[in-house]
């Protein structure tokens, strides 16, 4: 049985009809997941019950490599006991919403800026797979760009001026950006910056797309104050509306996005309040050693 493909924006982004990850994919169907995934890089697979940590991680290790979390940051705890499944509830470790004061939720505020999962590491993120075990009853939807149709958008000076440029990636820097502590020397040496080209090819599309995240600290070679100023005008021209999908969610969604042709963020939601159960797998470029 062949899927079919729901557009969500006139830009990117699919709703897959006729899939189920929580049953056996053949080879055929596969393929036109990923061949979906090529073309509209943010694909969405609803269930009507969310699938299980195992049928997630399962689908996932079949689109490439998947992150295991060596590190957590200090105090995370194992509500989710999964090393390829990043936790990112407001819940505690016995499910619990966070108290206010929790540094994790601090930290989990950086979502809320704009990004692409992993920049920070040398091996990038391809896929990143979320999905919805518990979803409060407004706000809290997804944003993506289309980091693709962002550079054929932007303006030929500026296509000039970024081409072969060379971007500093640092985690601890959206951290502190989106309102968290400043991290101790120790954690800041669990996770040093990398450095990424600014713009690259996209291989699965052939399409070249802008690389860039709220991690980026700065340009290799180029002063502080005028690699903000590119890197600001940047990220206000690849945020604009009409380049930006919001995903409204339903529990049981499993969302797909390819963090080399997108940037996504999260959106307020009443934290305190309401509880907010998603649960992440990422893809990597290629398998750590
Ligand atoms: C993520 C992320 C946004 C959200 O899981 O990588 O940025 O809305 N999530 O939870
Ligand atoms: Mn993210």
């Not at 957590?72 to 194992?78: L, N, P, Q, S, V």
Request: proline share 7%; aromatic share 8%.
């Amino acid at each position: 049985m062949g899927i079919e493909i729901e557009p969500l924006h006139p830009l990117y982004g699919a709703r897959l009809h006729g899939v189920d990850i929580r049953a056996p994919i053949g080879d055929e169907m596969f393929a036109q997941i990923k061949a979906a995934m090529a073309t509209y890089a943010v694909c969405v697979i609803g269930h009507d019950a969310p699938p299980s940590n195992e049928a997630h991680i399962a689908f996932s290790a079949r689109l490439g490599p998947l992150q295991r979390s060596a590190q957590k940051i200090a105090g995370t705890g194992e509500r989710v006991p999964y090393p390829e499944i990043v936790d990112q509830s407001n819940l505690d470790e016995v499910g619990e919403i966070y108290a206010d004061d929790d540094r994790r939720l601090a930290y989990k505020r950086a979502n809320r800026l704009w990004h692409t999962d992993m920049s920070f590491y040398d091996v990038r993120a391809t896929y990143s797979l979320l999905s919805a075990h518990a979803v409060p009853p407004s706000g809290a939807e997804t944003e993506f760009t289309d980091m693709r149709a962002v550079w054929d958008a932007l303006p030929l000076s500026l296509k000039d001026e970024v081409a072969g440029l060379v971007a500093e990636h640092s985690y601890w820097h959206s951290r502190v950006l989106g309102g968290g502590p400043e991290p101790t020397e120790e954690e800041r040496r669990t996770r040093p910056p990398a450095r990424h080209p600014l713009a690259h090819v996209h291989a699965p599309s052939g399409r070249t797309a802008l690389y860039l995240a709220s991690h980026v600290c700065g340009v290799v070679g180029w002063p502080q104050d005028q690699a903000r100023k590119l890197l600001d005008e940047l990220m206000s021209f690849a945020t604009q509306p009409r380049f930006v999908y919001a995903h409204q969610w339903r529990l049981g969604d499993v969302l797909i996005w390819d963090n080399l042709a997108t940037m996504h963020r999260a959106t307020p939601f009443d934290d305190r309040l309401y509880r907010r159960d998603m649960r992440r797998t990422t893809c990597r470029e290629r398998a750590l050693a």
